[in-house]
């Protein structure tokens, strides 16, 4: 199982970007889909997940900008981004948890390669 996170990027305070994420490989169903991040000095935080029954929460600093989508016939997940902060240069994880594959092979635990964001004034 490998996931492939895209989007990251240069962007302009008050601007917004969208990371998209695919996981590959021979997938039957994956329990959680995740974003996280890790800013320089900092520890990595969970920014969103979503769960394969739409249960979908936010870290409280991203409410009401972020929004976390999921399409499970793709095994992809998107994180939009709006009114990006400086607060919200990181870079940025996907995560997947619980995927079982169609040998009934699990995985606990996957993360992809992170995308930088960079939010400038």
């Known amino acids: 199982v490998q996931l492939q996170a895209s989007g990251g990027g240069l962007v302009q305070a008050g601007g917004s970007v969208r990371l998209s994420c695919e996981a590959s490989?021979?997938?039957?169903?994956?329990?959680?889909m995740r974003w996280y991040r890790q800013a320089p000095g900092k520890e990595r935080e969970l920014v969103a997940a979503?769960?394969?029954?739409?249960?979908?929460r936010y870290a409280d600093s991203v409410k009401g900008r972020f929004t976390i989508s999921r399409d499970n016939a793709k095994n992809t997940v998107h994180l939009q981004m709006n009114s990006l902060a400086a607060e919200d240069t990181a870079v940025y994880y996907c995560?997947?948890?619980?995927?079982?594959?169609?040998?009934?092979?699990?995985?606990?635990?996957?993360w992809g390669q992170g995308t930088q964001v960079t939010v400038f004034s």
């Open positions: 995560n997947a948890r619980g995927v079982t594959l169609t040998t009934w092979h699990r995985y606990l635990k996957v």
């Open positions: 490989g021979s997938i039957y169903n994956i329990d959680s």
């Open positions: 979503a769960s394969s029954g739409s249960n979908i």
